[in-house]
């Protein structure tokens, strides 16, 4: 690993590479001394230890320091521009080919600011609020719940939050909404602190994966690496003689304050402003390093994206909307757990046409996904990026799993359990900020709740009669016992046919959101079969129930059933999941869908 500081000159012993900025920009002086550096740019003054390279100090505004000085994080790299009220901090990542194999789960950089300032938190323009102090979260002042990084505040030194749930994950975020967040400090003076984050393209899992943003502490972080809410198959592993870099950032750190203005909250709004000013110039024109290439260095990609599904329209469909992106080389849906490469993500406009432009050279996939369509596109040709290409694509044809005609469905294909029953939390787990919100699914201990509304028997969704929104329970969960153990579920399915192909063979297609050491089992009416007609095998370590997430990885099964399953009049399809070992395991369903044999008029839907 490098850490790649700003006056760094390389070296063949620590493996250090040239620092990204040469920091002779007009108006930034550095003072070396013994044991730390200084950089100053007349608006705001960072003290950088020395050798480790740990922030010790921000100074901005007459504060003289805005960070807490027991901050342990260290690895990263710093740029300064003259008249810049910030600094931006990356890291590049470097393994040797002759280094053993390893694993790296997880890199970031945090900050830890004083908590005696800042105590107001923004993440979005609707998550956003006075927050707990870190010693609220201390065993005298809190009772832990069974999530290890929950708990219950009990004794809060503000007792407005008593009886509130603090968690970290509450205020996770996808990557695609994931460029300001931060913290603002109303004491004389009213600063800001924000972490902006300008591009997609080191981090790992695609636009929807979701990381961690500020939370109590007061922490701010910028999250590259991480296996939240996709498990072990995003971590990074190397194996014996590989080779890799990797720039992480530059990522800028922002900070702000009132000017003609008495209302801290502007801080967001400037932030925000900010955050745009640095998408648009990104990718930057001030880095000096061979590893980060400018603008005219870079490549770009165009074309447009269409569907086709037969039984939906004649005619192709656009693709209004779709996320269309270049990752590494892989199977279809692969950048979910890619982790090694960049990453380039755009949305399709109403037309479905696409630009993605400022692509690292390289060879990628051109994937994308469709809001409204099950299932994952992929073109199979290589894209090799080159210097200064401009590279047309065409027209391009997404043709969605589909066998027969739909004779029901159940939710919307969106990749997310979002339109769903999400249940109003218990009131003794309550985060104030997610009542009557409409990310309600953070809230604590909602899986707690299928035992409560489902204490004897289990879900039954009629089609044509019952719900999604009101009657299909956002997951799968287990049921807790009276003896505190938990048992599997078993969810039905009723469905009527006027007329069934007894030799014909129904598709039956269920796209999961999540899953976390789960099994999905399907049966068709009969519940007790075994082996059942289909299932997964045991799946899944994406944590996302726990983590107050709505969706981890996406997963799609077609499933094969024998006309001679089917009767006509009334038919259930059984849902069992049977792993019972903890509260936190099961299922979330993105889309589920029961087609009729192909080319056959004669089976109807009631």
């Not at 990628?364 to 469709?370: I, P």
């Not at 894209?383 to 047309?392: E, M, P, Q, S």
Request: aromatic fraction near 12%; hydrophobic fraction near 35%.
């Amino acid at each position: 690993m490098s850490k790649g500081f700003s006056n760094d000159k390389g070296s063949k012993e620590t493996g250090r590479q040239p620092g990204l900025y040469t920091m002779s920009s007009q108006g930034v002086q550095l003072h070396i001394q013994d044991d730390h550096v200084v950089m100053d740019n007349g608006i705001l003054r960072v003290t950088i230890s020395r050798p480790d390279g740990q922030v010790t100090g921000v100074s901005y505004q007459g504060i003289d320091n805005l960070l807490e000085i027991r901050s342990e994080e260290s690895d990263r790299g710093f740029i300064m521009l003259g008249g810049s009220s910030g600094f931006y901090s990356y890291a590049i990542f470097e393994r040797l080919k002759e280094w053993p194999g390893f694993n790296l789960p997880q890199t970031r950089i945090v900050f830890r600011l004083r908590k005696d300032k800042f105590q107001y938190m923004a993440v979005a323009d609707n998550r956003q609020r006075h927050m707990p102090l870190p010693e609220d979260r201390f065993p005298r002042r809190s009772r832990a719940l069974i999530v290890p990084e929950a708990v219950l505040l009990v004794h809060p030194v503000e007792p407005e939050f008593k009886g509130e749930v603090d968690d970290k994950y509450q205020y996770s975020c996808e990557n695609k909404d994931l460029y300001v967040h931060g913290w603002i400090s109303s004491n004389p003076p009213a600063v800001g602190w924000w972490q902006i984050t300008p591009s997609n393209e080191f981090r790992s899992g695609g636009l929807m994966k979701q990381n961690l943003t500020s939370h109590v502490g007061p922490y701010n972080l910028a999250m590259f690496l991480s296996a939240h809410y996709v498990g072990e198959e995003m971590v990074l592993k190397f194996h014996q003689g590989e080779p890799w870099k990797k720039v992480f950032g530059p990522v800028f750190i922002y900070l702000n304050t009132l000017i003609d203005n008495n209302d801290p909250l502007w801080l967001w709004e400037d932030a925000k402003q900010q955050m745009l000013t640095q998408v648009q110039s990104w990718p930057y024109n001030f880095p000096a390093s061979e590893d980060f290439p400018k603008s005219d260095q870079r490549g770009c990609v165009s074309g447009r994206l269409q569907v086709s599904d037969r039984h939906v329209s004649d005619d192709y469909i656009t693709a209004n909307g779709a996320y269309v992106g270049l990752a590494p080389p892989g199977d279809v849906g692969s950048w979910q757990t890619e982790s090694k490469g960049y990453q380039f993500w755009t949305k399709t406009d109403a037309d479905g046409c696409f630009l993605i432009s400022d692509v690292r050279a390289g060879d990628y996939n051109l994937y994308a996904w469709v809001p409204g369509f099950i299932g994952d596109y992929k073109n199979d040709d290589i894209v090799t990026i080159t210097l200064g290409c401009d590279i047309d694509m065409g027209d391009l044809v997404f043709e969605p799993p589909r066998d027969g005609p739909t004779l029901w469905e159940i939710g919307i294909p969106n990749r997310t359990a979002a339109e769903f029953y999400i249940p109003d939390p218990d009131p003794n787990y309550i985060n104030k900020l997610y009542v009557n919100h409409p990310e309600r699914f953070r809230q604590y201990g909602l899986w707690e709740r299928y035992t409560d509304l489902y204490p004897d028997g289990d879900l039954v969704y009629t089609v044509g009669v019952s719900d999604y929104k009101t009657d299909w329970f956002f997951a799968q969960v287990t049921r807790k016992k009276d003896d505190d153990k938990y048992e599997g579920t078993t969810w039905q399915i009723k469905f009527n046919l006027e007329s069934v192909n007894q030799s014909g063979t129904y598709k039956l297609r269920i796209a999961l959101a999540t899953a976390y050491v789960a099994e999905l089992q399907v049966r068709v009416n009969n519940p007790n079969p075994n082996p059942p007609l289909f299932t997964t095998g045991l799946i899944g370590h994406d944590n996302t129930i726990t983590r107050h997430g709505i969706h981890g990885i996406y997963r799609l099964y077609s499933i094969d059933v024998n006309g001679a399953l089917l009767m006509e009049g009334e038919n259930t399809i059984f849902l069992t999941q049977p792993m019972s070992s903890s509260a936190l395991q099961g299922l979330m369903y993105d889309y589920i869908r029961l087609e009729a044999p192909p080319h056959n008029n004669s089976t109807k839907r009631i």
